[in-house]
Structure formats: C-alpha cells, structure tokens
C-alpha cells in the first residue's frame, strides 16, 4: 500500500458531505423501520393515515437504507481513500459537492413520491422515474470525478481498492439503468417473466455490485492501516475481485425458482451462488490473515471494530445466500422471515458496519479533529452489533416456523399468531438500531462542527 500524504481538510468537503449524508439518513431510515415493525404487532396502528400505511413505509425504509445510508457512507470513505492512494487531491470537490447535492434530492423526492403512492412495485426500483434519471446522473458524476482523480495521479499502481471502487460506480450505473427499464418512463418494467428475469439481475446486483465492492474497497484500505500490517496477499485480492465481478453478476435469478423462467437460467444462478463461496472466501482469508495477531489494535480501533465485524457478518450472509439458492433449502425458506433476516445481515451487519467504520475511521483525519466521542461511537457499534444479531435469530426462527407451517398445508391465519411474539421482540430489538442511529448522527454532527478537538 502507498503511503499517506498530508493533505488540508479542506480537500475532503465531498468525503464529509457524504458521511454528514449517511448519518443523517441512518436515523431516518430506522425511524421508518421502527415504524413498519409497529404494523407487525399491531396491524391498525396509524391506521388510515395514507402516506404511513405499510405498503408505502416499507420501500421508504429499504431505499433510505440502501441509497441514503450505506451508499452514501461507503462513497464518503471511497473519496478519502481514493486520493490518498493515487497521491493526489480529488479532482473537483465543487463537483462532488453538487454530486452529494443531487443524490440528498434524489433521496428526499422518491422517499416523497413513496409516501404519496407514487411506485413501480418492482423491489429496490420503486422509485419514479425523475428520481431514477437524477441517480443514474449521480453515478455518472461520482464516475467522471473519481477517473478524472485516477487519471491525475502520482502513483502508478492501482492498489485493489481503487479496482473496487471504479468497478462498483461503473457498473451499479449501467445495471441501475437497465434492471430500473428507464427508457420506459411511463412504466419503468418490461412485460411479465422478462420483467422478472431483469428486476432480479438487477436486485441481486445492487448489493453484489455496489454495497459488497464499496464494502470490500473500505475493508481493504482500512484493515491494513488499523494493524499496521502488510495485505497478506495481493495476489487473493485481485482473484477475488474478477471472481466476484463474474460470478455474482448471474445469480439474481435464484429468487425465481418457483416461476416459468428458463430452466438452464435457475441452474446458471443456483451453481453461481454456490459458486459465490469462492471469492468470498478468498476475500475473508486475505483480510483475516492481514489482521492475524492483531486483534488488539481491531478491538482498539473503533473504525477497526466495526470492518472486522462487518467482515465476520459477510461470511455468515454468503454463507447463507449460497445455501438459499438450493431448491430444497428455499422450498423452506422463500417468502418467509428468514429472508428479512438474511438481508439484514446483508445490508446493516455487513455493509452498514463496514460504512460506519469507513465513515468513522475517515472522519477525524478529514476534520483535523478525534472523534468527538468515542465512548458514543463504541455504544452505538454495541447496540448495532446487539440489534443484527437479535433480528438474525428472531427473524430466522420466526421464517422457519412460516417455511414449515406452509409446507404442511396451514393457512396463513393459523401460522400468525404463531410468529406474533416474535414480532413483538423484532420491535424491541428494533429500538436497539434506532437508537444507536441516532447517536451516530450526533456523534457525527459533533465531530464535523461542534467538536472541541479531544473526546468527551
């Protein structure tokens, strides 16, 4: 890896406006979590108030999360990191500054559009098409200055999170506007399995080509810098790379085992998914070597704590998914509670923890500043790390029981109360989440503004 080079915190504006960003939509993102969960235990609850009704406040709570959240969080240390391993500054922060602009407007009118009923019903593309083209806009921009950032650098080799980066805008921005079908604005789908086919390639994409490579760059610049060590291997990094830009790319298809899509496009994402095991697994040997005899810094490092166990929630999620792909498994499984749990580990115990330690490990070095308090920041990992892990086991157990009641012929009013009081505990351990978002949020007001320069 190349050395750091000093540079003034103004350069980093983009970097802290998209941390400033992700904090700020965390808590409103499980603010509206919060609030679905509440229609689980008491279905009336709200009832009749149109723009908070379940149907709307469920897509509000997935979008913030995944494009106000985690994107936003993973970008701001992606405009760190960037210029501080091609030695160079970014090259327009004027640029990056407009591009956050358009991404909060773009967050702020579908969320908008949702609660108004405005929707393409199609998962992670409900959004209306003007906020469709203004995000397509958007990877466009963060494109353009990230290259043109490359393209002026003073050091020659591309270390493996830069590869990681430049592949997640790129390619998140062509299957954005292929999977969201924006050249049909009236609709924004095509007509029956077609849709279906290219909805999931797109769906499964979204996080295989965006969160998970934004999540590894981070992981990859991070990890190495907390140990003080070498990466163990740069060889793994770049197998894993290629590995898993051509195998995770066909497996969006396993959501659609049950429908009449062509039989060799279900063994294609079944055998890719299992497949997904490789890259994985290299990814977590060449960066659990890297931290190997170490674990003392990792713990000591708030930003430490948080990529390393992001990193252990990525083995479980792979794991996982690989094992749903399998028709036995998701006979069982498929439209239960076990796949909310699964994507909860997937977006907040991996992607979400490694964008908070991203955001955490570059926001002292990009304000001059500690931490304002990382007395916060270590309670708000706790209660993160307490919130997946409990939805992990209640929402796993809560699918299990659905999965087997299907199975065996129960209608879907016998099996509800059954799962009830684990919708009660998914609440509580709901709160856990928000509340920790919203320390995270003012611990990151603090340090960006109002931050004495030593911790509390």
């Known amino acids: 890896m190349t050395g750091d080079i000093t540079m003034e915190s103004e350069n980093y504006m983009t970097a802290r406006a998209y941390c400033l960003t992700a904090a700020f939509w965390f808590a409103v993102a499980t603010s509206f979590g919060i609030l679905a969960a509440s229609y689980l235990v008491a279905p009336d609850f709200?009832?009749?108030?149109?723009?908070?009704?379940?149907?709307?406040?469920?897509?509000?709570?997935?979008?913030?999360?995944?494009?106000?959240?985690?994107?936003?969080?993973?970008?701001?240390?992606?405009?760190?990191?960037?210029?501080?391993?091609?030695?160079?500054?970014?090259?327009?922060?004027?640029?990056?500054?407009?591009?956050?602009?358009?991404?909060?407007?773009?967050?702020?009118?579908?969320?908008?559009?949702?609660?108004?009923?405005?929707?393409?019903?199609?998962?992670?593309?409900?959004?209306?098409?003007?906020?469709?083209?203004?995000?397509?806009?958007?990877?466009?921009l963060i494109g353009a200055n990230l290259f043109l950032t490359i393209r002026q650098r003073k050091e020659p080799i591309l270390y493996v999170s830069v590869w990681y980066v430049c592949a997640a805008v790129v390619m998140t921005g062509v299957t954005y506007f292929i999977g969201n079908v924006v050249w049909e604005p009236e609709t924004g789908a095509l007509l029956g399995i077609s849709d279906a086919v290219l909805l999931w390639f797109y769906g499964h994409n979204i996080f295989g080509l965006l969160l998970t490579p934004l999540?590894?760059?981070?992981?990859?610049?991070?990890?190495?810098?907390?140990?003080?060590?070498?990466?163990?291997?740069?060889?793994?990094?770049?197998?894993?790379?290629?590995?898993?830009?051509?195998?995770?790319?066909?497996?969006?298809?396993?959501?659609?085992?049950?429908?009449?899509?062509?039989?060799?496009?279900?063994?294609?994402?079944?055998?890719?998914?299992?497949?997904?095991?490789i890259p994985v697994m290299v990814f977590l040997i060449n960066i659990w070597y890297t931290a190997r005899g170490k674990l003392g810094e990792i713990h000591a490092d708030i930003a430490g704590k948080f990529i390393f166990t992001g990193t252990i929630m990525y083995f479980f999620v792979s794991i996982q998914g690989s094992m749903m792909a399998l028709p036995n498994v998701q006979r069982i499984t498929h439209f239960t509670n076990w796949v909310i749990g699964h994507s909860h580990i997937?977006?907040?115990?991996?992607?979400?923890?490694?964008?908070?330690?991203?955001?955490?490990?570059?926001?002292?070095?990009?304000?001059?500043?500690?931490?304002?308090?990382?007395?916060?920041?270590?309670?708000?990992?706790?209660?993160?790390?307490?919130?997946?892990?409990?939805?992990?086991?209640?929402?796993?157990?809560?699918?299990?029981?659905?999965?087997?009641?299907?199975?065996?012929?129960?209608?879907?009013?016998?099996?509800?109360?059954?799962?009830?009081?684990?919708?009660?505990i998914r609440l509580a351990i709901g709160v856990f989440i928000v509340i920790g978002a919203y320390i995270g949020l003012y611990n990151v007001i603090r340090t960006l503004y109002w931050n004495p320069g030593a911790e509390s």
């Open 346 to 424: 997937g977006v907040l115990g991996f992607a979400g923890m490694i964008s908070l330690g991203g955001m955490y490990y570059v926001l002292p070095r990009i304000t001059d500043k500690p931490l304002y308090s990382r007395f916060l920041a270590d309670l708000q990992y706790w209660l993160i790390l307490i919130g997946v892990v409990g939805f992990t086991i209640v929402l796993t157990a809560a699918g299990l029981i659905q999965g087997n009641a299907w199975l065996n012929g129960e209608t879907i009013y016998r099996v509800l109360p059954e799962i009830h009081v684990y919708y009660v």
């Open 215 to 277: 999540s590894l760059a981070v992981a990859y610049y991070v990890i190495p810098k907390v140990t003080r060590n070498p990466l163990y291997s740069h060889t793994l990094s770049i197998l894993g790379f290629w590995g898993l830009l051509v195998v995770y790319t066909h497996i969006g298809t396993h959501h659609l085992l049950q429908v009449p899509v062509p039989t060799w496009l279900k063994v294609i994402a079944i055998v890719d998914s299992v497949a997904m095991v």
């Open 46 to 140: 709200m009832a009749n108030i149109a723009f908070l009704e379940f149907g709307r406040i469920r897509p509000i709570h997935v979008n913030l999360v995944l494009f106000g959240f985690v994107t936003p969080g993973l970008l701001g240390a992606a405009h760190y990191l960037v210029p501080r391993l091609m030695q160079t500054r970014l090259y327009s922060q004027k640029l990056g500054l407009i591009t956050v602009l358009l991404w909060n407007v773009a967050v702020a009118a579908g969320m908008i559009g949702l609660s108004l009923g405005h929707t393409t019903g199609r998962e992670y593309a409900e959004l209306i098409w003007p906020v469709k083209i203004l995000i397509v806009i958007g990877f466009g």
